[in-house]
């Protein structure tokens, strides 16, 4: 099964960039339905983003879009998440998740996605 290892969270200033990465292991990228969540303190887990195998298709959530873009290079078994434009309330650990053939009919559902990755946490100062 699918390892999978998020990097690039960090401190940024209102309105500044940010890039996550989401390195997979232990199963072939293209083979995974790949989205993006985030869980701020005190809340729920929310979508993000997502993209389907071959990057066709991608999703995203009102919050985020035209200031986020989700990638995959499946040749490298990385995904990315560009984030510009970045409020204080983006803020929250991002984590990367992956299903197994998915074909994302639900992908802003955190519970179709069995592979998790631990997170890693984005700081937004005002």
């Known amino acids: 099964q699918v390892q999978l290892v998020e990097t690039g969270g960090g401190l940024v200033q209102a309105g500044g960039s940010l890039r996550l990465s989401c390195a997979a292991s232990?199963?072939?990228?293209?083979?995974?339905?790949m989205g993006w969540f985030r869980q701020a303190s005190g809340k729920e887990r929310e979508f993000v983003a997502a993209?389907?195998?071959?990057?066709?298709?991608?999703y995203y959530a009102d919050s985020v879009k035209g200031r986020f873009t989700i990638s995959r290079d499946n040749a490298k078994n990385t995904v990315a998440l560009q984030m510009n434009s970045l409020k204080p309330d983006d803020a929250a650990v991002y984590y990367c998740?992956?299903?197994?053939?998915?074909?994302?009919?639900?992908?802003?559902?955190?519970?179709?996605?069995?592979?998790w990755g631990q997170g890693t946490p984005v700081t937004v100062s005002s």
């Open positions: 998740a992956a299903d197994l053939g998915g074909s994302g009919t639900y992908y802003y559902r955190d519970d179709e996605y069995p592979y």
């Open positions: 232990g199963g072939t990228l293209s083979n995974y339905f």
């Open positions: 993209i389907s195998r071959f990057g066709s298709t991608t």
